[in-house]
């Protein structure tokens, strides 16, 4: 399995073993890290990444390289992992939905 990965035109993941590759995609990017999406809910934030390591930690499955992760709030700290950038935006709007009704807005 690829250690790292990096995402093509599509934003499809492809993964690779070279760490320069990999180092030059995350140089290239704004603030490093591919963003997905980014929302305020009043003072709570809420981030969609691309991480670019797998983190499904027991080799079974597709790599998990997406977070969503709650900053503040009722929340603070609520992470999600996806697998696919379409699971990724999917999941940012279902964490924004939470956030929401936990904050009262």
Known sequence: MPKFYILDADNNPVGTDDVHEWVEFRRSQPGGLPRVAED???DVYVSTIFLGIDHNY???GPPIVFETMVFGGKL????????T???AKQGHADM?????AEEGQ
């Open 76 to 83: 603070e700290r609520t992470m999600a992992r996806y697998a």
């Open 85 to 87: 950038y379409e699971e």
């Open 96 to 100: 924004l939905r939470r956030v929401r």
């Open 58 to 60: 027991w080799d079974e």
């Open 40 to 42: 305020f809910v009043g």
